[in-house]
């Protein structure tokens, strides 16, 4: 049965005609799911969040799905592209370029860290880089987007549950990088992210991020967005207002390189650029 082929592994052999294009069989992994599954599991996602959004007695189109393919080859695109999913999201800047060249017709996201000189392959690459946690990151992004005659959209990635594991910047830094945002050209912010910690209860994180989100609002009404929720905790994250989550697992399987997760929601992986 083909599966999906993991980002690491060797393309060559294992390959057979699948609707005029070449499919990669299963590695000795085992990583991934069938296309056929992929498609099935997306569905179900999308149930998931409608059914959300209907539970907080929101309406289901405000809420954005992006699936997370990090990890996953292109072959993982091409069937989410197929499906209809045209939001993609991507943690690495390699990755995001090398699936870029072997696909047509995504709307990349960029959710994971980003060092200043990766930023030239994710600027105008991608439709929203949804972590943007200090200055300087967007000043360099303000500067390439400039020098190609675009806006770059961002989110302010905070670190609403202080874990200090993860990116993001303080609850109360991050009025101050909106407005250095809105003071740099080439660079807009168009709302907020955050992961919640592992282990913790998401909720609460994800109120704290809407309470940030509707008091800058309020004085700077570009902001709106809320990207929160992954696969173990998107109902938490819709019912806090979530206007953007990012599945990875729920809809492609365990990842790759996922070493030992526990299928739960503390599965919080945080993909860096190092
Ligand atoms: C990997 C990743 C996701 C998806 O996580 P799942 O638990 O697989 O749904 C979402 N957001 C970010 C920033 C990620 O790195």
């Known amino acids: ?18 609707d005029g294009r070449a499919t990669t069989l299963s590695g000795e992994r085992g990583a991934g799911k069938a296309p056929r599954e992929v498609a099935a599991s997306l569905a179900a996602a999308r149930r998931r969040v409608a059914a959300a959004a209907e539970h907080a007695g929101r309406s289901p189109g405000d809420v954005t799905l992006v699936v997370v393919t990090k990890s ?34 995504a709307r990349w996201h960029f959710v994971g860290r980003l060092q200043r000189n990766k930023v030239r392959d994710v600027v ?43 990116a993001g910047c303080a609850p109360d830094e991050a009025a101050a990088l909106v407005r250095r945002i809105r003071a740099t050209p080439g660079i807009a912010c168009t709302g907020l992210m955050t992961i919640p910690p592992a282990g913790v209860d998401a909720g609460p994180v994800f109120a704290r991020l809407r309470a940030l989100r509707d008091d800058l609002g309020r004085r700077y009404p570009e902001v709106q967005s809320l990207s929160m929720g992954m696969s173990g905790d998107v109902e938490e994250a819709v019912a806090e207002g979530a206007t953007i989550v990012r599945l990875g697992r729920a809809v ?16 919080r992986t945080e993909e860096s650029e190092r």
């Open 1 to 18: 049965m083909p599966t999906l082929t993991p980002m690491s592994s060797p393309s060559s052999g294992d390959t057979t005609a699948h």
């Open 72 to 105: 996953f080859g292109a072959d993982a695109v091409r069937v989410l592209l197929d499906a209809g999913q045209v939001d993609i999201g991507e943690s690495r800047a390699q990755e995001l370029n090398a699936k870029r060249g072997e696909t047509a017709g």
């Open 252 to 267: 492609l399987g365990a990842r790759p390189d996922d070493a030992g997760h526990d299928g739960g929601r503390t599965a």
């Open 124 to 166: 105008g690459a991608t439709t929203l880089i949804h972590s943007v946690d200090r200055a300087e990151l967007a000043t360099e992004i303000g500067d390439r987007a400039s020098r190609q005659g675009l806006v770059q959209r961002v989110l302010v990635q905070v670190n609403a549950g202080g874990d200090p594991a993860k």
